[in-house]
């Protein structure tokens, strides 16, 4: 049983996955490597220079992998309900998991099949989004939604911001407190 089990390893749930994984909980990332962040260059992302999409992506994984985060590629075909939380079916098998966060990108087809609320896109050639609250929670207790497919500006910043504060929340939630991720510049 996973801690909190993420669907899409793109700024989003790569960024979601660090801070899940840092803060010691068992975390899995299942990714279908259709990210359309592997199709940009970015020059606008705060404290990096210049990156590739895929540099990014690349990196966003090994961050999460460096804190023992699990990167299963494989596309997840349904999430279930279970008492003890979720049952996730992927191509790859069945997992399980307390707390799922949907990053999907510009993919919300899971939604139908789920039971999980969409809304119409604000965002430009943004069609459909998950419906969340202000903390990135779905119509379904235990399931969230972080980024594009929640409906934030479709910027790697903010996406990647996104899903670290959806983290953040179920962390502060599993921890009853809110949680802070802080190191120290070592002397
Ligand atoms: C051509 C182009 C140029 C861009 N240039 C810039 C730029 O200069 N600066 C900038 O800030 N942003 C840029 N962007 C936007 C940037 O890519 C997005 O803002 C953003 O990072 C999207 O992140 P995300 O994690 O929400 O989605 P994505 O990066 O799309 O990741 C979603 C992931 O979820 C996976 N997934 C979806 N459904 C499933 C499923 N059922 N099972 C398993 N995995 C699933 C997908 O395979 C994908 O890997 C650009 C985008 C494009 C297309």
């Given at each position: 049983?996973?801690?909190?089990?993420?669907?899409?390893?793109?700024p989003a749930g790569a960024s979601a996955a660090l801070f899940a994984a840092k803060a010691g909980k068992r975390t899995l990332v299942l990714d279908s490597d259709k990210s359309m962040t592997?199709?940009?260059?970015?020059?606008?992302h705060y404290g990096i220079m210049e990156i590739s999409g895929p540099d990014?992506?690349?990196t966003?994984?090994?961050?999460?992998?460096?804190?023992?985060?699990?990167?299963?590629?494989g596309k997840v075909v349904n999430i279930v309900k279970t008492d003890a939380g979720f049952q996730i079916e992927a191509e790859q098998g069945t997992f399980e998991a307390q707390q799922v966060i949907l990053a999907t990108g510009v993919l919300?087809?899971?939604?139908?099949?789920?039971?999980?609320?969409?809304?119409p896109g604000t965002e430009p050639r943004i069609k459909t989004v998950f419906d969340v609250d202000a903390e990135g929670r779905t119509?379904?207790?235990?399931?969230?939604?972080a980024g594009t497919a929640a409906g934030v500006s479709v910027h790697t910043i903010v996406t990647a911001g996104d899903g670290a504060k959806v983290a953040i929340n179920?962390?502060?939630?599993?921890?009853?407190?809110?949680?802070?991720d802080h190191d120290l510049l070592k002397s």
């Open positions: 049983m996973y801690d909190i089990a993420i669907v899409g390893a793109g592997k199709r940009a260059w970015m020059e606008n990014m992506i690349e966003g994984k090994k961050q999460a992998s460096k804190f023992g985060a699990e990167i299963v590629e919300v087809d899971l939604a139908e099949t789920i039971g999980l609320k969409t809304k119509n379904i207790d235990g399931i969230w939604a179920i962390l502060s939630q599993l921890n009853g407190e809110r949680y802070v």
